[in-house]
């Protein structure tokens, strides 16, 4: 998978709206909410090109009779991929468009979790601005090596995520 990181888009915003209104028909009485969340979430923020979306459903095991239908969508389903309570869906091959990580509404550590990073950016510029560098720098030192890139960010990241959550509490 190639690395790209790109300045905000306002696309974004509107990519995440059009594909969870797909993905609400879907799950329909099983959803509880739906929340963009990642890098694309906070304006300003430079970002892999990749929407990050999160359902918040009753009971996560009744998410697997969706999966037919989330590959109609063009997702390939990976089921819990290293998370336990999670079902993600990733669109769009090595060209990525769109990442789905679906938990269960009583799992407040992994849902919090994501939304006090993505409101800790969006009311923290600084850091959001540092985070974008670290980002795009990565991106330009290892382009074809994801593994790398995921590695460089990981200190920085658990530190503000640390951060967020104490702030978001």
Known sequence: MNVVVTEYNDKWKQMFLDESNKIKDIFVDELIDIHHIGSTSVPGLKAKPIIDIMPVVKDIEN??????????????????????????FRKGGDNRTHQVHIFQ???????HRHLAMRDYLRTHLEEARQYGNLKESLA?????DIEAYMNGK??????????ALLWYI
């Open 63 to 88: 998410i697997d009779r969706f999966n037919e239908q989330m590959a109609e969508l063009g997702y390939e389903c990976m089921g819990e991929f290293g998370m336990k309570g999670r079902r993600y």
């Open 105 to 111: 509404a009583d799992n407040k550590e992994d849902v």
């Open 140 to 144: 330009k030192q290892f382009p074809k």
């Open 154 to 163: 990981d200190a920085f990241v658990k530190e503000l995520e640390k951060r």
